[in-house]
């Protein structure tokens, strides 16, 4: 068994790998698999593992690539990750992929999806339409036509026959590791001191790139490790940071909300992995409409989705009660035209609460923190002092 530090040093280093080597490794090991890449929020990863195929999210390239020729594909008044996964893609680094998904999220990815084409990236490219009606024979025929497209593109590359049993353990896998997720999540809400935000961001953030068992396996040892006390407590505010659901986060604004006397005991960031709350139902003999049925039904409330009937607002506001927290940090990338139009309205419910909050804006390559610190620290030290 490995120690904490040895585990979070591998994630570290597997999810921040944009050559996508276990990728690669992994698909040379047999000649019907595929790796399809996915851009964020979510994606039903179960239906590629189905399929022989490795489902990559693609998620920018934070602070470790520099942008030199992405810039001259956008106006400067957008967000920053479609420029670094236009400079990947010109810089190869996306040659081990056989196909791309780009979810339905805002014209920002809409656009990129069509610029992978011009460029002929992949074999195939996918704009991927989530439905925004939920009922199961509107939105649910749509979602579930749009799904076999892709299973169709990747059929067509390796031939592979999706059965019902196929699906079925597929969607076993990735129960498994959304109930992980969620349980390391849990353990650090009540034990925040045992493993920094920033660990656990690196720990979920390297099941974007590698097969689900594995990091099943990693998600397991973690868990296993932080049941036991280890650091002390400490004095800090307990904290929601909401609005990075797509471009991330840089790790160094993670780790600096935490030493400005934050714990960050919830969060948006990699929000497709923890999309489904709860299971997809098993041993259906039509796994397709279980999954179907989970998205309808069982999907997390995001900017992302149109929400009449279930108001985000109301979502947040429970999430805080059930978090314990002490404050909102509203984290949006600059120019995010859904993170931005819905901050107000989640403001509001927040300020009619009388819950705290801040907000500010970043980059993924966002290198200054000094000022964030400040805002953050002068925040905890607020609710600290007065609340
Ligand atoms: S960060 Fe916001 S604006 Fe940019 S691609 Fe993602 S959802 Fe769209």
New binding site residues.
Partial sequence: MSTLQEIVAHCEELAFDLSFKRAGAWKAQGKDRVVIGH???YFPREVIHAANGLAVGILGGGDKKLIIKGDAYYQSY?????RSVIELALDKHFDDFDGFIFPS?????RN?SGMFQMLGEGKFVKYLDFPQNFKHHIGGTFYRYELQTVLDEIHKLNGVEVTAERLNHSIGMFNLNRALICQLYDIRNEFPWRMTAADVYHVVRAGYVIPVEEHNEILSQVIHLIQKEAGNPTDKIRVLVMGA???QPPVGLIRTIELAGCYVVEDDFLLGARWIQGDIETGSADPMEAITTAYLEKSTFS??VYDVGNPKEARLIDLIRRRKVDGVIFA??S?????LLDHPILQKECNDKNIRFISFLYSENTGQFKVIKEQVGTFSDSIKLWD
Avoid: G, N
């Fill in positions: 851009l964020p929020v957008i967000c920053h990750m479609p999220i805002c014209d920002v990815i990129l659901f797509c471009e900017s992302s949006a990338p120019f995010c035209d859904p993170a």
